[in-house]
């Protein structure tokens, strides 16, 4: 028998793996950390209004950590086109510092007896609520990636929870931001009503935000494990040698 072309038989091939992005590879675990220490972020807010010095530490300390990891996080997942999702992410940042330091600051104005204090933190808040949308866009970027991977149920679980944070905490740190921005005016009439139902709305509100921090625990603890796994299955399938048989 002559012997014709080459048969090629591929034991492995690193395609089915290639979709994972090495930036989420690298990034997932630090995105973790910054959900879990979000619930954290919320924590510290109510413990910090008993004006505890050790509470006001730890405030600093949270609100330092998870800024450095979502920095980290941000630069390794950059996908092209990011560049709304960055300018967002600054925006909420100048709010997050603002809110890091508002405990130390607030000993100072109440010496004073001035509330002029207030407004600043309202507008922290505000800032905060009018960037949500970066949570939809980078979740949209993960689903992406997801989908392309073959993990459709964990990117549908991203997709949804992307539009469910942009929505539910933009409407709820607005609530957090409008009385304190309200509560500047002493002179408020009626008003002082409206702040009082939405003072009452940010609180409770907390449950509602407790729930989808379980749900971001768990969807960026899934996806480490998926990361790590399609990472390990893409350095196998490289590894795999590819046999011509003529």
Known sequence: MSAGAPIVIEYASSESGAAIDPGLVSAATPMLWTAILSGGCVAVCFGSFGQVPMMSVLHLFIYAAILIIATIAGKRFFVPGAGLRTALDLVACMGLIGIMFAPLLAPVFQ???????????????????IT???????????????????????????????WVKMIYEGLWLMCCALPLMMYQDRSMGREEDVAVFLAFGALFGCFGFGLIWIWMIISHTMLVATVKRQGRAIVTAVAQPVMAVS
Not at 112 to 122: K, V
Not at 146 to 162: E, H, K, N, T, Y
């Open 132 to 162: 949500t949308t970066r949570h939809l866009l980078l979740y949209r970027s993960i689903a992406g990636v997801l989908q392309l991977a073959d993990r459709r149920g964990l990117a549908r679980s991203f997709l949804v929870m992307g």
């Open 111 to 129: 010496e004073q007896n001035e509330n002029r204090g207030i407004m600043p933190l309202g507008v922290c808040f505000l800032l905060m609520a």
